[in-house]
């Protein structure tokens, strides 16, 4: 079977969700194949391909290949999205892979896409293994990319790079070669143009032992992944911004069982959780103190609170700490920044969402809900502070809004991205939190609805 019909059968058993799919296209040979045979095949017939092109701005002939790939996708009718980096010429080759993963993710994001395509093969496979062998990578590291990982999903994996070039050649296309590629002081070049043309001369069939034995590194992990789900009480969860589970279980364990429940962790949630950030997490552990935060880096952070361990992405590890950036808006008046000017609209408040229109109030208002009603006017919606007060709905006095968030269960690392209301600085909601006895609506009329969910 030829290479068309071959790339047919593997996207076809990635079985991949109906809507928009973001094709990463570089303007390579490698992405420029992948999106000649992800428009002619039948199995994505469902899908709404984007091209998306990420200049990084490393190399002075970057904003032409992003003319060109431009016209490419033109030639097959498919949207190009496009993102400039402006990283520099010296921006490492580490640098520029996270920040085109984060650039590709936005474009996602920005189009509802479910899934991110990229034109990884076989070859890249043998060289990412053997880099990760040489930086000390544990089993799970040596089990290479996987064909799906999250939104990225990989179906050259398993076809050869020549056989990608050949099609290319079949189709006339005249592909961008990055100088990057051949210079030997990267990484990646270095094992490809000279570590491997050794290794192949000296081993025989040095590429498929070194591709069994990611797989086999890839069916270890694949064992703890499971496992992650099949251990009692474990009662693993998703959360808005990362992962948990129940704290308990993990000391019953020993500490080579509980570092590989870490990894699978970590692997749920799109971040590598190795020897050391994994020794961090067991000393917060041992140590059994709600609240209590270990740093790991990259953004990331795991807390111990409500006997739950949960790794998380976007706060620090303090009560006053921030989390994705927004400001303080006026909702709700006839002169509002976020709405219509008609008492109804929307606004995104970090991960928040809320909403409001006009509407009748219930005859009763609930205290810990995501909607509440309230009376006509404007309310600021900002971030919550450190001695923020409220009187809550039904008690008596006032009290401070992390004790009403302690008494939710809200982990401590979530409060500093929670949104509170506002008017004539007196707090009136928290969403999912408390409702104040302050400026209620009386049952049955006209009243402002707010709803509020975390994305």
Not at 15 to 37: K, R
Not at 175 to 196: G, K, Y
Not at 203 to 230: C, K, N, P, S
């Amino acid at each position: 079977m030829n290479l068309v019909g071959r790339f047919g059968q593997v996207l076809s058993g990635m079985d991949l969700p109906p809507g928009p799919v973001l094709l990463a296209v570089s303007g390579g040979v490698d992405s420029l194949v992948l999106l000649d045979l992800m428009a002619h095949a039948p199995a994505a017939a469902g899908l709404e391909l984007h091209v998306g092109h990420v200049d990084h701005g490393i190399h002075p002939d970057s904003a032409a290949v992003a003319r060109a790939v431009e016209v490419v996708a033109g030639r097959y009718r498919i949207p190009c999205r496009q993102d400039v980096l402006h990283l520099g010429p010296d921006a490492s080759e580490s640098i520029a892979r996270v920040a085109r993963y984060a650039s590709l993710r936005r474009m996602a994001d920005e189009i509802g896409a479910a899934s991110i395509v990229t034109a990884h093969h076989r070859d890249d496979q043998i060289e990412t293994v053997l880099m990760r062998f040489l930086g000390g990578s544990g089993p799970a590291g040596l089990a290479g990319m996987a064909p799906r990982a999250g939104r990225i999903v990989r179906p050259l994996l398993s076809f050869w790079r020549v056989e990608l070039v050949r099609h290319a050649e079949s189709l006339g296309v005249t592909p961008w070669e990055d100088p990057a590629n051949r210079d030997l002081r990267h990484t990646r070049a270095w094992v490809r143009h000279e570590l491997l043309p050794m290794l192949r001369h000296r081993i025989a069939d040095f590429e498929g032992r070194l591709l069994e034995v990611a797989e086999q590194a890839a069916r270890d992990r694949a064992a703890w992944d499971t496992v992650l789900h099949m251990l009692p009480g474990l009662d693993l969860r998703s959360e808005c911004d990362g992962v948990s589970v129940a704290a308990s279980p993990l000391g019953g364990y020993d500490s080579a069982v509980v570092r590989a429940l870490l990894g699978a962790l970590g692997r749920r949630f799109g971040f590598v959780v190795g020897p050391m950030r994994a020794a961090r997490v067991e000393q917060l552990l041992a140590g059994g103190r709600s609240g209590a935060v270990a740093q790991l880096g990259q953004g990331c952070a795991a807390e111990l609170s409500f006997g739950r361990l949960r790794l998380f992405r976007e706060a620090t590890s303090g009560e006053g700490g921030r989390g994705p950036d927004w400001v303080p808006t006026e909702i709700g008046g006839g002169g509002e920044r976020a709405g219509n000017g008609k008492g109804e609209g929307n606004l995104q408040a970090g991960i928040w969402h809320l909403s409001w229109r006009e509407d009748r109030a219930p005859e009763r208002l609930e205290r810990a809900s995501a909607t509440s009603w309230f009376a006509p006017g404007a309310y600021l919606v900002r971030r919550w502070a450190a001695g923020d007060r409220l009187r809550p709905l039904g008690g008596t006095g006032r009290r401070l809004v992390v004790r009403c968030m302690q008494d939710a269960r809200i982990a401590r690392h979530e409060r500093a991205a929670w949104p509170v209301l506002e008017r004539g600085g007196t707090i009136v909601w928290v969403p999912e939190v408390c409702r104040s006895a302050d400026h209620l609506p009386a049952p049955g009329a006209a009243a402002l609805r707010i709803d509020a969910y975390r994305a």
